[in-house]
């Protein structure tokens, strides 16, 4: 996930993330991960690395340690503590890794930046319940997310930029790739989805390989 410091206003936050999701309609389960600029939550314009679960459609769940549910085994990643540095329009380029994985009926979360990745912590099958997520997610979504405020208003994502702007001026996540229930990883395939092309796009891009394999810039 390229890393940026993108301006939510007039809206209340803009992210980067992957969500991994079971079930349907009320039984929705989630769970997931990334960076997020939410300067009314965090306190700071900076992005900040979050994970969030719902195990019903989002009438529960919560960011990071805000409610119980995640356990933290490593405090070498601060869930919710800022992220940096970040790129800069046609300048350096910095990201993050992330990958989540269902190991041991528990939901794993590995963070990687400059070294290797951290088991950071996972969250228990039995948050689960019955549900999809105690079992395998059904699918798995990349991309970007900004929240408008009370008219409708929303800011910047990603960098601010289109996709068409490309490398070193759009966002963009790459690398792409998950991991099936049997532990084996394949690079994903995507299908591009721009709700409001007018104000936010994707460039999409699946690849089986390659030092970027799938990636898009959003």
């Not at 380029?93 to 088991?119: H, M, P, S």
């Amino acid at each position: 996930l390229n890393l940026w410091r993108p301006d939510p206003s007039p809206g209340v936050f803009s992210l980067s993330q992957h969500w991994y999701v079971g079930g349907s309609g009320s039984s929705t389960q989630t769970v997931e991960g990334g960076w997020q600029v939410y300067p009314g939550f965090y306190g700071t314009n900076e992005p900040v690395l979050f994970i969030f679960f719902t195990p019903d459609n989002y009438a529960s769940g919560c960011y990071n340690l805000t409610c119980s549910g995640f356990v933290q085994v490593d405090n070498t990643w601060v869930l919710g503590g800022t992220l940096a540095p970040v790129s800069t329009d046609g300048g350096t380029q910095y990201f993050i890794r992330i990958q989540w994985q269902l190991y041991k009926g528990n939901w794993w979360l590995f963070v990687q930046g400059n070294g290797n990745y951290i088991a950071v912590g996972y969250y228990p099958g039995t948050l689960f319940g019955s549900g999809q997520m105690a079992t395998n997610a059904q699918y798995v979504k990349y991309g970007g997310e900004t929240d408008s405020d009370s008219a409708g208003n929303a800011g910047n994502m990603g960098s601010g930029a289109f996709a068409s702007a490309g490398w070193t001026h759009a966002a963009y996540q790459r690398t792409i790739y998950y991991i099936d229930t049997a532990l084996t990883s394949h690079w994903a395939s995507l299908s591009a989805n721009q709700p409001t092309s007018s104000c936010y796009t994707i460039d999409m891009h699946n690849n089986s390989g390659g030092s970027w394999a799938t990636y898009f810039f959003f």
